[in-house]
């Protein structure tokens, strides 16, 4: 048998947009907020665990955390939420087959999901952004 | 089919937290936007204001709901990547055991801790 | 002017071709190989590689046929994305650079030449055919399986696929992952089980929704984009997505394969089509 030369694309398949379409951006994106939410939740439940102890227990507690390095942390992932939330939305509906038109026979040039997908696309991450500069105001005046 | 009942979960799971989690995220990080603009009620971090909250049955049923969502999506999303790296059969299957016992001990941790604030903080 | 000058004229301009060179029984590593083509009207990438087959290097291997988008043979990764090289001309690539790899997703046999037997095994586990209870029925017909215009309409786009291997190319969780089903496939298994006259859906269904199925794809859409045929894997995957789901609020499409018409008995041809040509090789039993 000659040898194959493996040629998987492996994780930066997971990361790497490279030159296809936004949606491609927006799944890499959902998985790494995904994944941040989840480990700040996972987190957050042992934090907000302290609340057994009392309230002395819990002030001393949110002291620990009021340094500005915990409130970026915090900043991150409020905007992590912002376009998890808002994409969330998106990938409900289009994946029960919504916003993405039906199909039909293909002529040239093609009309396809993705493509008729895009204004939507751009609509719903106008609302994240929206959501993300809310936050900022919010945390603008946190922080002074 | 299995795949496709924990699928279901995961996406009404999504609906479900979109809900809570939106309402708690407005009255946790809009707190200080929302105060300046006259309507907060001042830090919700504050221990007055936690225990407060604790207080009442209603944020308990909440709280533990959103807690269980939160983890079932969390973790069917975290086992959904592991499925996506070629692992053998047997990994995958000690993964979402593995997962899926975290996720349990997690939710009876969380659900502990929102009783037993309610009912020492409570009247 | 003789031959050579008029083709001289008709060069538009030079481009660089870089290709991966893979020898698997050599022992040099893979490597991007640089040639100077000249670029006349019309004349696409897959063009291109016969040019320097022809004058510059005779070793250069890769797959091709039909050159007209319909065999599906010539998929490779130019210049950043997976495309047909027959089906691109390289003046529309906007660039003076060509990029040629094999597509990525698959084992390289050698040079540009994927191996493409594990999409082929993949296609052929959703079985990819009508599955009909009544076998008899299947193999010596006595009519017709009805089926509406609006019936053919939900599934006939998926049909188009020619089994190119773009999409597996284009996916994110191809990349990783070894046992999802993919694009090609499930959009073959979908369109399958979206046809009205078929009645293998217990078959079909364990494999397009076991935990490798439908649900590994999280509509990154780079397949969709890819398709040199519009047949839009993405739209199919969430198709059966939404069938299933709806199957939980016991919504679902119930299916039952449709009925057998016979043949219609008095009809005559229309008047304005032309008779078939006569035949120009004599026929064995004439
Ligand atoms: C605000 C409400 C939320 C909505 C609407 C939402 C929506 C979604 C949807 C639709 C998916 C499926 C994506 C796909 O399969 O293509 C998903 C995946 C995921 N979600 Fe959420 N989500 C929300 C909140 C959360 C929270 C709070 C967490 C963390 C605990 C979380 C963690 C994840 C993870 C880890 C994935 C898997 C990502 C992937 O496989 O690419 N989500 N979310």
């Not at chain 1, 376009?83 to 029960?96: C, K, P, Q, T």
């Amino acid at each position: 048998m000659q040898q194959r030369l493996k040629n998987r694309l492996g994780l930066w398949g997971w990361l790497g947009g490279g030159r296809y379409g936004l949606d491609r951006y927006a799944y890499s994106l959902h998985r790494l907020t995904g994944l941040g939410i989840l480990a700040y939740f996972i987190m957050h439940i042992f934090v907000t665990g302290q609340r057994v102890g009392g309230p002395e227990n819990w002030d001393s507690t949110m002291a620990a955390f009021g340094s500005p390095l915990f409130k970026v942390g915090e900043f991150l992932v409020v905007l992590a939420f912002a376009f998890h939330a808002i994409n969330g939305i998106r990938l409900i509906l289009v994946e029960l087959g919504w916003l993405i038109g039906k199909p039909g026979v293909p002529s040239f040039p093609y009309s396809y999901s993705t493509l008729r997908h895009k204004p939507v696309f751009i609509i719903f991450m106008v609302f994240a952004a929206a959501l993300m500069i809310i936050g900022g105001v919010d945390f603008y005046f946190v922080m002074k | 089919m299995r795949e496709s009942r924990l699928w279901f979960w995961h996406i009404l799971s999504a609906v479900v937290i979109l809900v809570l989690l939106g309402v708690h995220m407005g009255t946790m990080h809009l707190g200080e936007l929302l105060h300046r603009i006259g309507i907060g009620t001042g830090d919700p971090v504050d221990s007055s204001q936690v225990f407060e909250r604790s207080r009442q049955a209603v944020y308990m049923v909440t709280y533990i709901l959103l807690l269980g969502t939160g983890l079932f999506h969390g973790m069917y999303g975290l086992r959904s990547m592991f499925f996506e790296l070629s692992l053998s059969k047997s990994l995958e299957k000690t993964i979402g055991g593995v997962l899926a016992v975290a996720g349990v001990g997690l939710f009876l941790y969380g659900s502990y801790v929102a009783v037993v604030v309610f009912q020492t903080s409570g009247v | 002017m003789n031959k050579s000058e008029t083709r001289d004229k008709a060069i538009l301009k030079t481009v660089k071709f870089e290709v991966l060179r893979y020898n698997p029984a050599g022992n040099e590593s893979p490597h991007l190989e640089n040639y100077s083509v000249p670029v006349t009207k019309g004349m696409t990438v897959l063009d291109g590689l016969n040019w320097i087959k022809e004058h510059l290097d005779s070793t250069l291997s890769w797959r091709s046929s039909c050159r007209m988008g319909i065999c599906g043979s010539c998929g490779m990764f130019i210049n950043g994305l997976p495309r047909l090289a027959c089906n691109n001309q390289i003046v529309h690539l906007h660039s003076d650079r060509v990029v040629i790899k094999p597509l990525p997703n698959y084992d390289i046999i050698r040079d540009l030449v994927p191996d493409l037997e594990g999409l082929f095994e993949k296609h052929r586990s959703v079985k990819p055919h009508l599955i009909r209870k009544d076998t008899a029925e299947q193999d010596s017909p006595t009519g017709e399986f009805f089926q509406s215009e609006q019936e053919l309409l939900n599934y006939i786009q998926f049909a188009y696929c020619i089994k190119c291997g773009l999409c597996m190319a284009a996916c994110p969780t191809v990349a990783t992952s070894e046992e999802y089903i993919g694009p090609q496939p499930l959009t073959a298994g979908w369109r399958y089980l979206s046809d009205t006259r078929d009645e293998g859906a217990e078959q079909r269904q364990d494999v397009l929704y076991s935990s490798h199925g439908v649900y590994r794809c999280h509509f990154a859409g780079a397949c969709s984009q890819v398709c040199p045929k519009g047949v839009d894997p993405a739209l199919a995957i969430q198709m059966a997505k939404r069938d299933a789901f709806m199957k939980g609020f016991g919504r679902g499409k119930k299916r039952s394969g449709s009925s057998v018409i016979p043949p219609i008995q008095d009809w005559t041809p229309r008047g304005d089509i032309p008779d078939a040509p006569a035949k120009t090789v004599p026929q064995k039993s004439e």
